[in-house]
């Protein structure tokens, strides 16, 4: 990391993203834009107003950009894209290796999706939030992990993780959970993405396959070992992909 880190008071409430340009993203079919600070407005914007601490990675922002942009909640962190992996993957090797720095400092994090995803409320001192602190609140979809994307979408995993078909089985009737939005207490979340980055290295490495298995890997370990723990839905998120801009009762607008 090239960037300077922010400076963080004791007990820290932080929101993370990462914005990899340059490179291929099977999801949208296209390649982003580099030092487009545009595709990172909104987020940024809607962080700072909850007055949060957000923190966007990245990999093409100029340094006049991110001085132009940066202010007393929004900071720019540059990394450098290990290809083996692909973005929608490799963020999470980013948030833990700044996290196993920092997380002394902080209290309570959520990490999200950054082009397609807002805050209209300060999740952290939502009563919901503060009454599960051993919950771990993530994003979801109006369909059960049992479909067809899914399914496609899982193949590299199924075929590196000996009780992936088992997993996709027991739980095919249950909601799909969604990656772009995913928080706790900072000491649940570190153990949450260590555990995460784990799967990615034994079992998504050098993925050639047209799915990029952040989804398969997030589900699979969310259900086997925290499914107990989960929040999703309102209040955490809006409806994924139905564009409700204008909700104020959940914390995260995905699309």
């Not at 969604?178 to 153990?191: T, Y």
Request: charged share 20%; proline share 4%; net charge negative.
């Amino acid at each position: 990391m090239a960037s300077k880190i922010p400076h963080f008071r004791p007990n820290t409430n932080l929101i993370m993203a990462c914005h990899i340009t340059g490179v291929y993203d099977v999801n949208r079919n296209t390649t982003l834009d580099n030092d487009n600070y545009e595709l990172v407005r909104d987020w940024a914007e809607s962080v700072a107003a909850q007055k949060i601490q957000g923190i966007i990675f990245h990999n093409s922002f100029t340094p006049e950009t991110c001085e132009k942009f940066k202010n007393e909640y929004i900071s720019f962190i540059k990394v450098n894209h290990n290809t083996t992996f692909n973005p929608n993957v490799y963020r999470y090797f980013v948030y833990n290796d700044f996290l196993n720095q920092n997380i002394h400092f902080l209290n309570n994090i959520f990490v999200t999706d950054i082009t397609d995803v807002t805050l209209a409320k300060n999740p952290f001192v939502d009563p919901f939030y503060i009454e599960n602190p051993l919950a771990i609140f993530c994003g979801d979809e109006p369909k059960t992990l049992d479909n067809d994307w899914m399914k496609d979408h899982s193949a590299n995993l199924r075929k590196n993780i000996n009780d992936y078909a088992d997993y996709e089985s027991e739980f095919g009737s249950e909601t799909l959970l969604n990656c772009g939005v995913i928080g706790s207490k900072a000491p649940l979340f570190l153990n949450f993405i260590r555990k995460l980055c784990s799967i990615h290295k034994q079992a998504n490495r050098d993925n050639r396959t047209a799915f990029t298995g952040d989804m398969g890997a997030f589900n699979y370990l969310a259900r086997t070992q925290f499914n107990s723990q989960l929040k999703y839905g309102a209040p955490v998120n809006t409806v994924f992909k139905m564009y409700e801009n204008e909700r104020q009762d959940c914390w995260f607008r995905h699309k």
